[in-house]
Structure formats: C-alpha cells, structure tokens
C-alpha cells in the first residue's frame, strides 16, 4: 500500500446522511457504509460498517449516480480522488487505519478504528474519524 490508491465516496438519494467509502487498496476494494455522514469535527466519530471486499480490477467507469452494489438503493457519486497511507502499513490488519484523503471536498486526514468487542459478531464495525485539516509531514 505504499503507492497512491483511489478513493471514492458514493452519498446515499434515500437516506442523505449515509455514505459509502470505497479505499483501493492493493488488488481490493475496501468499503464501509458511513452512518450520519462524513465528520470534519475532530470530536465527532462516524459509526462504519465494513462489508467484504471486492476486486479492483474492471471497475466501472464513475457515474453520477448509480445504485449501491450493498443495498442496491439509488446514489450519487459525492467525492472522488487519491488517498494516501498516513500511518503504518500494517494499519488496517491491526483495527486502526490512518489515512490522507485528496478529493474535491475531502482534504485532510481520517483515521477508520475498528470498535473492540467480544460476542459472536462477524465483522466489528469501525469508527471514522476526522484528525486533521492539516497535511504535516513526517520526520
């Protein structure tokens, strides 16, 4: 994941305050289902379902509206662009990627953490998070 990855960000026509993002990531596609929107206040935690990933390759060309291969409900591209690795690479194994988002309307940092829990459940959702408007480099 050292490279530059695309990221998209599909904003729901049913339910305005849920979104899909959608991380390049390697030879997969990684996506959550944003619950109450995407946060810019570093105080704010966005609930984030994960589902499974899907490959990569053969893409569909971006639409300005399409349905939801999740739910299957109407959507609309909301924001597009790169993303960039802001922690360590094995972030996303270990429950907490931070990342760099470069897009029309998403400039700045996230981090996604995965929620701890014990039960039978599946898939632990996340949390997004807003860290940072800024872009400071690392030493």
Same mark, same amino acid.
């Given at each position: 994941?050292?490279s530059v990855q695309k ?24 996506r959550w289902t944003v ?15 994960? *589902? ?5 390759? %053969?893409?569909?060309?971006?639409? #300005?509206? @399409? /349905?939801?291969?999740?739910? &299957? ?22 429950? *907490? ?5 470069? %897009?029309?309307?998403?400039?700045? #940092?996230? @981090? /996604?953490?995965?929620?701890? &829990? ?11 998070i807003f860290t940072s ?7």
């Open positions: 994941m050292g990221f998209i960000v599909y904003r729901s026509l049913t339910h305005h305050e849920r979104f899909e993002l959608q991380l390049e990531m390697g030879e997969d596609k990684r619950i109450n929107g995407i946060p810019f206040d570093p105080k704010a935690r966005r609930l984030a379902v994960e *589902h499974p990933a899907v490959p990569s390759a %053969g893409r569909e060309r971006r639409r #300005r509206s @399409a /349905l939801s291969p999740l739910t &299957g409900e109407p959507v609309s591209v909301w924001d597009a662009g790169e993303w960039y690795l802001a922690g360590d690479e094995g972030g996303y194994e270990a429950g *907490h990627l931070r990342f760099r988002l470069q %897009g029309a309307l998403l400039q700045g #940092r996230w @981090a /996604l953490v995965r929620m701890s &829990g014990s039960g039978a459940v599946e898939r632990r959702p996340w949390l997004l408007v800024r872009d400071r480099q690392r030493n």
